[in-house]
């Protein structure tokens, strides 16, 4: 039984104010997979106490376990969201490929020039030195994503340390690295989101979040239409589809080559080094 059909099988146990807290939980299952304590209790309007109790008279140990189910169930939802759509996302090579292995792998080396040279073609150097400026104007910089967004967020850190520039990477699979973030977002903050396909659910609440509470966004994903882009300043994408993976660095780092290099003329740094 999922979290959801448990809150609503117990409901009728409830009391008034705990009813509330139910209500809400299953009226914003996304938000309950990263809301505090505190904010939960302003947004219904209760005490925490009550939160608290509501709980465990849904036979949970505490808060915390309430948004571990939620973020488990949405996990999984997401997941199935991503494999049931072969459009995004293919497991396998089709079995008819097999038969000629060297001329599937060819292809693929092809299509992956093909989007490179797309992505060089229409490019936007402009929008490159604008980031730069974003970066280079901000007193605290977090960068975050999850599985291939999250390398790629370390490897932009490590950039942005040969260009004396400290960049904080958060990976939003982790509770505690995304609450630390949150309560330290400040509106001289840069966030930099990292969302290529599966576009997880948490990098998307976080992006949100940081836009409530007025810090600047620089999104890097592969649409200009996707979620983490509708809330930013300023979005940079670059293609990620590959025909046996679900996604593809080879844009993305040529995208932060060309993004760190746009710091380094800013600072007038061209020297090389051997980061």
């Given amino acids: 039984m ?37 904010e939960l209790s302003q947004n219904i309007g209760v005490t925490e106490i009550t939160i608290l109790n509501t709980c465990a008279s849904l036979g949970y140990e505490g808060f915390t376990q309430i948004k571990y189910e939620f973020r488990k169930d949405i996990i999984q939802k997401q997941k199935t969201d991503v494999l049931d759509d072969s459009s995004v996302y293919t497991e396998k090579v089709s079995k008819y490929e097999h038969d000629n292995r060297e001329k599937v792998l060819s292809e693929i080396g092809d299509e992956e020039v093909k989007a490179i040279t797309d992505y060089w073609q ?17 007193k605290q910089i977090f960068i975050c994503g999850r599985g291939i967004s999250w ?28 609450y630390g973030m949150l309560n330290s977002l400040t509106e001289e903050s840069l966030l930099i989101p990292i969302s290529f396909p599966d576009y997880y659910f948490m990098t998307t609440k976080v992006t949100e979040r940081a836009r409530m509470q007025n810090a600047k966004i620089l999104a890097i994903t592969d649409r200009l239409d996707t979620a983490v882009a509708q809330c930013a300043d300023l979005t940079l994408t670059a293609p990620t589809m ?13 995208m932060l080559n060309l993004l760190t290099s746009a710091i380094k003329l800013k600072q007038g740094k061209t020297e090389l080094n051997e980061n």
Avoid: W
């Avoid at 009391?15 to 939980?25: D, F, G, L, P, S």
């Avoid at 229409?122 to 901000?138: G, H, P, Q, T």
């Avoid at 590959?242 to 040529?254: I, W």
């Fill in 122 to 138: 229409n490019i936007d150097l402009k929008k490159y030195f604008e980031a730069a400026d974003l970066i280079l104007n901000s």
């Fill in 2 to 38: 999922d979290i959801i059909e448990n809150i609503k099988k117990r409901s009728t146990e409830l009391t008034r104010k705990q009813y509330m807290v139910a209500k809400y939980m299953i009226d914003h299952p996304d938000e309950m997979a990263y809301i505090t304590l505190k």
């Fill in 242 to 254: 590959t025909r046996v993976f679900l996604n593809t660095l080879t844009s993305p780092m040529l």
């Fill in 151 to 178: 390398t790629m967020a370390e490897y932009m850190k490590n950039r942005l340390s040969s260009c004396e520039v400290l960049g904080i990477t958060v990976n939003t699979e982790l509770n505690d690295d995304v």
